[in-house]
Nanobody, 122 residues
């Protein structure tokens, strides 16, 4: 079992930055693909970014490409999401997830955190 705990959310003005952290416990995440997802009010959960276990591959939703950066520190068992140039439409609950699949779909993530709220004011 892997337990995931997100932190770093909050209220920020448009154009600002936040860094989310996802601390894992229970098992090392070094063999897992790690992803970030978000759910805005009234919308379904959507993919934001993912990083392979080897850190050699990263993937981003078009809506965040060039503004967000995912990274991982396997020694600290932690994944990060640096969010820059934030927009009001980035407002959502952000979730961290872990998958043992190499290129998982959203339904192939095995472990999920509880989420952290990000609110971007205009």
């Amino acid at each position: 079992q892997v337990q995931l705990a997100e932190s770093g959310g909050g209220l920020v003005q448009a154009g600002g930055s936040l860094r989310l952290s996802c601390a894992a416990s229970g098992r090392p995440i070094s063999s897992y693909t790690m992803g970030w997802f978000r759910r805005a009010p009234g919308k379904e959960r959507e993919f934001v970014a993912a990083v392979s276990w080897s850190r050699t591959s990263t993937y981003y939703a078009d809506s965040v490409k060039g503004r967000f950066a995912i990274s991982r520190d396997n020694l600290k068992n932690t994944v990060y999401l640096q969010m820059n140039s934030l927009k009001p439409e980035d407002t959502a609950v952000y979730y961290c997830a872990a998958s043992y699949n190499m290129m998982p779909t959203i339904n192939q993530y095995d472990y999920w955190g509880q989420g952290t709220q990000v609110t971007v004011s205009s």
